[in-house]
């Protein structure tokens, strides 16, 4: 089974601009959360998804966004970037039938993303 | 609001050396636990869990107990190896959070020969 891809890996953008990640989760898993790691905040919560609909948020400012899509891939967008913004951005996905994998995040290698 | 807290790192040990990093939580209700880790380059990978006060989640030599009495799920191992050497996290979601797992800071485990 393919895990959870994220793409890009690598990205450099410049303050001001805007960036779009992907995430394609393990296949039949319906929710994806993302996340975002910095060496000083350490992981915070962004938010989740579940069917197309977001059904939790984290305490980031609107310029971070997302919307997840039928088929269950998800993408965030990052807009008017600043230089707080270079971190790994992380998305995770889990299934939510049954008890003993309903809870695990699975995890994808992430996108770091670099603002100059 | 929930929390975590796990020891700071780096935590340097030899080899077969016995492991221990404590996690403590604050949250209400019953929280799921969870430590993953993180090797460079990589995104995070589930270690072991616990649902419920005194489950013990076990894996690859890993232990942990789930102590609702003292709100701590602190790691073990009794014999590291070089590869052990990562950045482990301890987790904490409540089942009313929707998929919102509160993450300790991590410590970084290296493990020399």
């Known amino acids: ?116 | 609001g929930d929390s975590v807290t796990q020891m700071e790192g780096p935590v340097t040990l030899s080899e077969e050396a016995c492991l221990t990093i404590n996690c403590t939580y604050t949250a209400t209700g019953y929280p799921s636990l969870f430590w993953y880790v993180q090797y460079p380059g990589e995104g995070l990978q589930l270690l072991l869990k616990a649902t419920k006060a005194d489950d013990k989640g076990s894996n690859k030599g890993f232990e942990a107990t789930y102590r609702k009495e003292t709100t701590s799920f602190h790691l073990e191992k009794g014999s590291v190896q070089v590869s052990d050497s990562a950045v482990y996290f301890c987790a904490l979601m409540r089942t009313d959070s929707w998929g919102k797992f509160q993450f300790g800071a991590g410590t970084q485990v290296v493990v020399t020969p």
Not at chain 1, 34 to 61: A, C, D, I, V
């Open chain 1, 1 to 116: 089974k393919a895990g959870v891809t994220q793409t890009p890996r690598y990205l450099i953008k410049t303050r001001g601009q805007q960036v779009t990640l992907s995430c394609s989760p393990i296949s039949g898993h319906r929710s994806v959360s993302w996340y975002q790691q910095t060496p000083g905040q350490g992981l915070q919560f962004l938010f989740e998804y579940f069917s197309e609909t977001q059904r939790n948020k984290g305490n980031f400012p609107g310029r971070f966004s997302g919307r997840q899509f039928s088929n269950s891939r998800s993408e965030m967008n990052v807009s008017t970037l600043e230089l707080g913004d270079s971190a790994l951005y992380l998305c995770a996905s889990r299934s939510l039938g049954g008890p003993n994998g309903a809870n695990v995040l699975t995890f994808g290698a992430g996108s770091r993303l670099t603002v100059l």
